[in-house]
Every structure is written in C-alpha cells, then in structure tokens.
C-alpha cells in the first residue's frame, strides 16, 4: 500500500511515459518503469530474507542424526565401565565359609588380572617405541654412525625398562604355572579339598597367560625384524670399548665403563638376540622344596594339552564370536611351544601331540600373515620351524613349501579383490542404515533393545573383518614383493573409507548409545541371572545333601549373580568367567547342560562386547598401517582428480592418517618427539595441494574461460574426441571443510582465493578485458557457486594522457609516433603521426597513475614488453648487417679508419720529435 502511494503522488505530479528514459546499455532491463524494477528489487530481497530465515530455522532444529560433526570433533564421550572396587570387594562377604573356593576366587583371578595390566602396559608403553625405532622423518637425510649411536642411546633407558618388564612377565608366569601344577598334581587325586576341581578347565586363565606370552612374542619379533637394532647396537658397542680404552677423556672410570659395557652385553643377549620368549618357557618351573612338579606331572600335562584343544576348538568356530582372533592366534602359538618345550622329552613319539602338532601348522593356511605393529608380521610356520625345530622337521618334509606356499595362497585369495569389497561394503551399508533408523513407534521396546544389542556387536564384527582384510592385503604384496597398481591401490583405500565409516556410524549414534548401553548391559546380565538362577535353586533345596563339587557350584552360582549386579569391568567379567568355569566343572551329574552353558557363555562374550565396544571398535578401526604406505597415498590423490567421484572418502582417509598420530608421538630415538609426526603432517599437506588443489585450480579455471570462449566463438574449441570423459570439478567445491591435525581443509576456499587473485591480476593487466572476468565470475557463481570478489578496477586511466598499459600492449606503434623531449623529460607525439591540432605527451605522472591504479606488478609486464621489443628489433638490426652491400660498405669504411689512424699517429710522432 505503501509503494501504491507513492506511485499515485507521483502521477498526480507529472504524467510519467515509457519514453521519459533513455536505453542504457548498463541497466539490466532499461524497458520497465521505476516501479516496477523497484518492486522486482523487493521481491528478490524478500525471497534472499526468507531463504536466511530457513537457514536459520534448520540449524536450531533438531539434527537428523543424534551425534555431532566427527571431522571437528570438540569432545569425546567415554563408555568404559570403571570401578574402584578392589577383587577382594567384588568377591564380597557371600563365599566366605567356602575357603578353598574363596582363595582360588583370588588366586587365579589376582594373577591374571596382574597378566592384563602388563599386557596394557606393554600395548601402550614398549610396543609403539618398538615399532617406529629407526624411523626417520619423512624427506630427511639417512642416518650415520652418530646418527646410530645417539639413538640407542636415546633408547637405552626404555631398553632398560623393558629389560625389568620382561623379568616381571616371567616371575607371574612362573607363578601361574607353579599355581596350576600344584592344582592338577597327582596327590589331589586321593581325598583332598582340592580334589573336585581337577574336573574344572579355568579357560579364562589360558587365555590370559596366551596373551601374556604373545606379548613376548611380539617384542622379540619387532626387534628381530627391525634391522635398525642389530645395526645401533653395534655402532654403540664399537663407541663403547673407545670409551673403555679412554675413559678419562669422556669423564668416566675405567670399572665404571667395564661395568656398563658388561650390562650393555646382557641386555643385548636378553632383549635384541630374540630370546625374550625362549627365556620364559626355558626356566625351571618345578620347586621340589615345595613339592612343585611341572615337568613330570601327568595330570597337569593332560590339563595343558586339553586346554590346548579347547582354545583350538574355539578360535577355529566358523561361528567363533571372539573378535581379535589372529592377536589371540599369536598366544595360542605361545602356549602351545611353552607346552613342546616343557614337556619336551615326553611328547617325541606321542601321536596326540603329532596331530596336534599338525592341526596348529595348518593354521597358517587361514591366517598365513598376522599383522604385529609397522609393517614386521608373524607367519606361524615360519616361527614354529625356529622355535622346536625338533618336532618341525620330523613332522613336516615339505615345511618350506608349505610356508610359501600359504603366502602364496592368501595373495590369489585377495586376487579378486572387487568382489569381496563390495560384499563388504554391502554388509556394512546394510548394517549402518539399520543402526541409524529410528524405530518405530509401534514397536515393542524388548525387540528395540535386543536389535540394537545386536546390531552394535556386528559393527564389531563387520570392523575386525575389514581390518584383517585390509592389513593381510597390503602386507602380503609388501612380504612377496607384489607391486600395487592403481586398481589395488583404490581397494585398499576403500576398505579404510570403510573402516572409517564404520567409526563415524558410531559417533553419530553415540548419544543414543550411551543412553541405551545401560539398558543393554542390564538385559544381558538379567538373562544369565534369569538362566543361573533355577540351578542356584536346585541346589539349594538338596543343599544338606551336596558333595564337595556341588557346594563349589552353588558358590560359584551365588558368586555370579553377586558380581552382575556391578559394573562389567574386565575384573568382574574375569570373576564372573571364572565362577563359571567352576560352575560347569565336569560331574557325573552335570548342573548345567550343554544348551544352558552355551547360552549362559553366549550372554557373558555378549556383555563383555557391549559394555567394551568403544576400545574394541577403536582398536579394530586402527589404520596406523597407512604411514608405512604413504607413498601408495599419491597414487589415490591422482586418482581423485582422474575420478572426482572419490573425493567424498577423502576426509575418511584423512582421518586414518590421525591414527598413526599417537604412534608416532612414541618416537624416543629422536631429539624431538614430534619430528616425525610434523614430517608425515607437512609431507600429505604438501601432497593434498600438489596432487588434487593445484590440478583442481587450473582445471577449473580452464572449465570456466573454454565456455566463455565457446560463447564468444559461438562453438566449443575443444576436441571432443580427445577429452574423453568430463568431470564433475563441482564435487571439490562442495566437499565441507575436514581437519586434519589442526589445519583446516577446504578446497572452496582454495580454489576462490585462487580465482580472485588471477582474476584480479589478469583484470589489472589487461584492463580492455574487465567485462570478461566480469563474466567468469559471475559463470562461476552459476556452476560452482563460488562468491568471488569484485575487483573494483578502473578500465583506465582517468586523467588525460594515455595509459601505461596501454603504451605496453602497442609498444611498436609507440615507437614509431612518438618522441622524447631531453630538455622537459616526456615524450611528445610526432606531429607527422597525426592530424589532431593537438599532441599528447607522456609524462613521469602518467606513469605514476598508472602504478597507482593497476598495481606494482606491471612494471614487471612493462620491462618484459619492452625487453622482448628491444630484442625484435636488434636481431632485425643484427640482419641487416650482414646484408652484403651493407657489409661491404662498412669494411670500406673500417679500412680507410685504420689508414687514416696510422697516418694521425704518425704526424703525432714527428711533431712531439721536432719539438
């Protein structure tokens, strides 16, 4: 109403027609009355506003998915259940008159617990050092004797710890073995308190001393692979006796330096000669002082042997639901060569240890190459053949095609690669859409909790899978020498874009997880108690009538639901294994039957998966592997410019880069702690610009300048037939902004700030042009929605007087119309060049403007012009001169000169001789 108002006022004032205006070439429609170009003005700033306003309204809404951006992530939400409750408090008051139960309850649970810590300490103290010792960063020099002496010097402290850590190991390990000999000896087969648990098999206690001794097995393989120790250690020993032989010179004593080079050699002979695991099983475990027999005991070495078995059974299980089985295969391999090497002398013609023996080499056929940290692996015939070649040879004729021929054989099961990512990437696609779907309002909440139950352990699953697959393929090629293509190399990055993925599904349901996770616990635990407690009862109601073995069950039962009602913490979930273990002791009369003990073991592993899957997930989607293959890493940033379509995954990788970041901030053998973290940083900055941002620029900005030319020309210049397929650069400039350690990524960034400024340049070069870049900008705002910035450049000077640009680009014609004046220091037209009664002079201010308004960079562009100007016209001079009457002239000329010189030099002589 307003606007109509107006409108009238202005009509009773004067009579406004469509001639009133004059066409405007600058106008965008100089057709239409003011009214209606303002009114088409308030359209467009209603609809800007209201477009705002959305904007606006879809950040404050509810996001579709529950967790927040994983590429900026502020903060971290922590699911591992923690307790400080002690064992003893998580036994409780309730098996107190039960002795014998209560002091195994915390016996065998105390040591391994003790076996847990260490391992941790080991993942997180020894093996990362271990890994990158040697390593130097990326683009520097090679080390030399210096170099090697300094580093294991800077070493030698965590050596020395290691050194104390291993003694640690072997003193538990003792222990535990000493503890179980003494369980499963003969004189607890008469009547003993004792007696009823030689039909027990502690499983969980096998398994913690198997990765107790695969630990060991990992520190002698990182070292004996390593080359870098053996080469240090020498230079520093060859130091060593110069220190010895001069002792004074490096402030030290002459005992002082024997001393310590007697302790550098025994650390050598424990650590670096791959004997860290030998020494374990090597020590004598019996203590006839405390009538302690290991090695003769029979029923101790049938207890050994069948624990063997089970473990065997159980990590062979098509249907196994142990996750990290190949880390679990490495302990088993452990603990089946500390049982060769103990009861040595008794196993040489005995046919169960040969089939045994032949069961665990044909475990090398399903995992042939078991991945230990960097790139040093573990081949299980290899080893076994090193560690009781006794039994090896004997057994095996053809051990070392057998061991080639497992490497062999896992490389042609990886041939067909494509077909086994996409099978995998289905599962995986499958499995996220329904971990991310709400349910449905109508459906009943226990069908709710029990899908999400099993929907979060298959992610698990689905990561450990895919992250076997993904270091078997690069290791194997790297271990038989396999080059990697272009086709390979993409494989192996779509696998860690789905390891990634995976990552970033549980983030965006993390807070729905950890609000059901409690819930999920709750059910798992209600299900065994729900499961446990009519046994419980059983025994209760003949309780006057129970023998020794059923009083420990009903303990054991008691035990387990006491330990339920706390928080999973590795601790209660051992106790609550080992309670079962006890539970399901072989009888004459079995409490639980073999469903039920399936049931109950299926619910306990689906606990413990689901109050731990955070540190599972975390460890499976581990991608460190990728820094010791960097250089695959270029050919995927070409392949990304050659296929735009795969720029999607690359904040995924980007992001699997971040996991090498706490390996490499190990580095002890350095001066500096982060040199190689800050190298690896630099070295893939440098390659994401090289590789994709520069070739994405120019490709670009060549997109943009060949359509206006083929509107211009009013045809496409290029060669359709040499394109061979266009590419989406818009993908690029869509891409959201990703981290990667601290610095930002954003390639719509890059590519406008590099736009702007050859926009502006060429714009200030080229000032005739100003409406073509006009043009590009805003064809760049229409097919990439890139918001350049106005140059806001005059097309020329102002003033009067010619523009230096100008004079530059006609440089010739300049030349030939125009003089230069000594005496006022400009040039002047010739008057013969024109018929104007007017000159026009070039003076210093002119070239001042000039400056002032396009910038100190066409001085550059004018002494270019002018250099190549200057070089035209010499070599047109020198051209002439060789013109054979030209010549023929000038050697006249050069002639009489040198006569008539004589002749002066002459006359010179005699006057200065007359005088």
């Not at 032949?358 to 080893?383: A, N, P, R």
């Not at 009369?589 to 689906?606: C, F, K, M, W």
Request: net charge negative; with cysteine.
């Amino acid at each position: 109403p307003e606007l109509d108002g107006n409108i009238n006022q202005s009509e009773k004032g004067c009579v406004v027609t469509q001639m009133d205006f004059v066409y405007d070439s600058f106008a965008d429609q100089p057709d239409k009355l003011p009214r209606d170009i303002q009114y088409e003005k308030l359209l467009k700033f209603i609809h800007a506003y209201g477009q705002e306003l959305n904007g606006m309204e879809t950040q404050l809404e509810e996001p579709q998915t529950d967790g927040w951006d994983i590429f900026a992530d502020p903060i971290r939400l922590d699911f591992e259940p923690r307790s400080n409750e002690t064992l003893e408090d998580i036994l409780g008051f309730v098996n107190r008159d039960n002795k014998i139960f209560f002091k195994l309850m915390m016996t065998f649970p105390a040591i391994a617990c003790e076996l847990q810590s260490l391992v941790a300490e080991a993942k997180e103290k020894y093996v990362p050092v271990l890994c990158v010792f040697g390593e130097q960063p990326i683009g520097s020099e090679g080390k030399d004797n210096e170099g090697d002496t300094l580093a294991f010097g800077r070493i030698l402290p965590l050596l020395q710890d290691l050194w104390n850590y291993c003694e640690r190991v072997y003193l538990v390990v003792l222990h535990l073995i000493r503890q179980l000999a003494s369980l499963y000896s003969k004189k607890n087969r008469k009547k003993s308190p004792l007696t009823a648990y030689l039909n027990v098999r502690f499983a969980p206690i096998w398994r913690t001393l198997a990765e107790a001794l695969g630990v060991l097995i990992q520190f002698d393989e990182l070292i004996r692979q390593n080359e870098a120790f053996s080469n240090c250690a020498t230079v520093f020993k060859r130091m060593m006796r110069t220190v010895r032989n001069a002792p004074e010179k490096y402030e030290t004593d002459g005992p002082s330096a024997k001393r310590f080079e007697y302790l550098m050699q025994k650390l050598e002979g424990d650590l670096l000669d791959d004997l860290i695991f030998q020494n374990c099983v090597d020590r004598e475990f019996d203590e006839r002082s405390c009538d302690i027999l290991v090695r003769d005991n029979a029923e101790f070495m049938a207890e050994f042997f069948g624990a063997l078995n089970s473990l065997y059974t159980f990590y062979t299980t098509e249907n196994c639901v142990e996750i990290n089985k190949r880390h679990a295969m490495v302990g088993f391999c452990g603990l089946f060569v500390m049982f060769s090497t103990i009861f040595r002398d008794k196993l040489r013609k005995d046919a169960k240890y040969t089939e045994m023996l032949t069961k665990v080499w044909g475990l090398q056929k399903q995992m042939s190459l078991i991945h230990l940290g960097s790139t040093y692996t573990f081949h299980i015939g290899e080893w076994l053949a090193r560690r009781i070649p006794d039994f090896v040879n004997v057994t095996f004729k053809t051990r070392n095609a057998d061991i080639s021929g497992s490497k062999t054989a896992l490389l042609h099961s990886l041939a067909d690669m494509d077909a086994i990512i996409m099978e995998k990437y289905n599962k995986i696609t499958v499995w996220s859409s329904r971990l991310e779907s709400k349910p449905s309002i109508h459906q009943d909440h226990q069908d709710v909790i029990n899908v999400q139950a099993r929907l979060l352990v298959q992610g698990i699953a689905h990561a450990w899978e895919v992250s076997n697959l993904l270091k078997s393929f690069l290791l194997v090629h790297m271990v038989v020498d396999s080059p990697f293509n272009r086709d390979k190399i993409l494989a192996a990055m779509r696998l860690v874009e789905m390891l990634k993925a995976i990552v970033a599904t549980y983030h965006r349901k993390s807070t729905t997880i950890g609000n059901m996770q409690s819930l999920l616990v709750d059910k798992a635990c209600y299900k065994i108690s729900r499961l446990i407690s009519p046994l419980k009862q059983k025994l209760e109601h003949n309780q006057q009538k129970l023998d020794d073995a059923q009083i420990d069950q009903l303990s054991a039962l008691e035990l387990m639901i006491h330990v339920l009602q706390g928080a999973p913490t590795k601790t209660h979930l051992l106790v609550i294994k080992m309670a079962l273990c006890v539970a399901q002791q072989k009888t004459a009369n079995p409490i639980i039957d073999t469903q039920a003990l399936v049931e109950i073991s299926g619910y306990v592993r689906h606990l413990e998966l689901i109050a731990h899957f955070q540190g599972l997930v975390s460890e499976a989607c581990d991608c460190s592997i990728l820094y010791y293959f960097e250089e695959l890493l270029d050919v995927y940033f070409k392949a990304i410019v050659k296929s735009p379509e795969l720029i999607n995954s690359l904040p995924y990788i980007t992001m699997a880069l971040h996991d090498a970041a706490p390996v490499l901030l190990k580095v002890q053998h350095l001066s500096e702690a982060e040199a190689l973290l800050n190298a690896f940083v630099k070295c893939i900055i440098d390659k994401i610009d090289t590789e994709i941002t520069h070739p994405v620029k120019r490709s670009i900005e060549d997109e943009l300048r060949l359509h206006i030319h083929s509107v211009v020309l009013g045809s496409d210049s290029r060669d359709i037939s040499k394109i061979g397929h266009f590419r989406d650069w818009s993908r690029f400039v869509k891409l959201p902004t990703f981290n990667f350690f601290g610095q930002q990524v954003s390639f719509r960034t890059a590519i406008t700030e590099y736009l702007d400024e050859q926009f502006y340049n060429l714009t200030a070069i080229s000032s005739h042009d100003w409406k073509t870049y006009e043009e590009l900008r805003s064809l760049a705002k229409e097919k990439y929605d890139l918001s350049l910035l106005e140059v806001h450049l005059p097309g020329a000077i102002i003033e009067q007087g010619l523009d230096v640009l100008e004079i530059t680009r006609n440089i010739h014609v300049f030349v030939g119309r125009y003089n230069y004046n000594l005496n006022g220091q400009f040039f002047v037209e010739k008057p013969s060049t024109t018929k104007s009664n007017h000159l026009h002079t070039i003076h210093i201010r002119h070239v001042s403007n000039s400056i002032r308004t396009h910038g100190t960079g066409i001085m550059n562009t004018t002494v270019n012009f002018v250099f190549q100007f200057l070089g035209k016209k010499f070599f047109i001079f020198s051209q002439f001169l060789y013109d054979d009457h030209i010549k023929s002239r000038l050697m006249k000329d050069y002639r009489s000169f040198l006569e008539q010189r004589d002749d002066y030099k002459v006359s010179i002589h005699s006057k200065r001789l007359r005088s």
